[in-house]
C-alpha cells in the first residue's frame, strides 16, 4: 500500500508569511496525527484527527497554527503568520487503530 | 505531564557487536511502546513496538523489554550491521485520550565496519 505522502518536502519563507503543510494519510486511515520536530529535540505531539474531528489539538504551540481535514481525506496544516521559533520539520502519521503510526517524510519548514 | 528520557543520545559499536537503547517513561497509564528507525533524509520507520502486558519481543535481530513496575523499556539489536546506524526513536502512548505519541529525544547509533 502506498505510504504517507507530504507535501512540500521543503518549504522557506520569510518571517511573517503564510505557509501550508499538506498530508495524504494511508487509505482507509481514519487516525491522522501531527507531530513536529524543532533543532534536533524531541519530536512533539501537535494534534490528532479522528476523520474528520480534531479529538486532541493539545500540542498546537498557539492559535498562528490551523489544521484541517477536508472530508476526511487529506490533511493541511496552516502557520500564519510564520515566526522564527516555527522552523523544523513536521510530520504527518496516520494509523487504522489506535496503535502502529506511520509517519510521512516531513516537511522541512525554515522561517528565515 | 507525560514524560519520555532516553539514553544514551549517541552510540558507537563495532559490527557485530549489540547494541542497546533505554527509555523510561513517566506516566503509569501508558501501555504501548513503538520504536522508530530514521535513517538520514528519510521518515521515521517503525521497527518494533510492544504493548504492556507482553514482557519482551523479538523480530529477528531486534528484540524490546518491558519493566512496568520500573516504567522502563530497552531497544536490544544484536549481530549490527553498518546499514543499521540511524537514529532511533523511544515513544510512549499517552495511556487515556487520543493514544499520541510522547517521544524519547533520539539515540544516534553508529555501527563501525
Known amino acids: 500500500e502506498a505510504g504517507v505522502t507530504q507535501f512540500p518536502s521543503h518549504s522557506v519563507i520569510e518571517k511573517g508569511q503564510t505557509v501550508t503543510l499538506r498530508c495524504d494519510p494511508i487509505s482507509g486511515h481514519d487516525n491522522l496525527y501531527w507531530y513536529r520536530r524543532v533543532m534536533g529535540k524531541e519530536i512533539k505531539f501537535l494534534l490528532h484527527?479522528?476523520?474528520?474531528?480534531?479529538?486532541?489539538e493539545s500540542g498546537m504551540p498557539n492559535n498562528r497554527f490551523l489544521a484541517e481535514r477536508t472530508g476526511g481525506t487529506y490533511s493541511t496544516l496552516k502557520v500564519q503568520p510564520a515566526e522564527l521559533e516555527d522552523s523544523g520539520v513536521y510530520f504527518c502519521?496516520?494509523?487504522?487503530?489506535?496503535?502502529?503510526?506511520?509517519f510521512g517524510p516531513g516537511t522541512r519548514l525554515t522561517v528565515t | 505531564g507525560e514524560n519520555v528520557e532516553q539514553h544514551p543520545s549517541t552510540l558507537s559499536v563495532q559490527e557485530g557487536d549489540s547494541a542497546v537503547i533505554k527509555c523510561t517513561y513517566s506516566?503509569?497509564?501508558?501501555?504501548?511502546f513503538p520504536w522508530y528507525k530514521q535513517e538520514l533524509g528519510k521518515r521515521p520507520q517503525l521497527i518494533i513496538d510492544?504493548?504492556?502486558?507482553?514482557g519482551e519481543k523479538k523480530d529477528q535481530r531486534i528484540a524490546v523489554t518491558l519493566n512496568k513496575t520500573a516504567k522502563h523499556f530497552s531497544l536490544h539489536i544484536t549481530e549490527t550491521q553498518p546499514e543499521d546506524s540511524a537514529v532511533y526513536f523511544c515513544?510512549?502512548?499517552?495511556?487515556?485520550?487520543?493514544?499520541?505519541?510522547?517521544f524519547g529525544t533520539g539515540t544516534r547509533l553508529k555501527v563501525l565496519a
Open positions: 510492544i504493548r504492556s502486558n507482553v
Open positions: 484527527f479522528v476523520k474528520e474531528s480534531k479529538q486532541d
Open positions: 515513544a510512549a502512548s499517552e495511556g487515556s485520550g487520543t493514544y499520541k505519541y510522547i
Open positions: 506516566d503509569s497509564a501508558s501501555n504501548y
Open positions: 502519521a496516520s494509523s487504522r487503530t489506535v496503535y502502529e503510526q506511520y
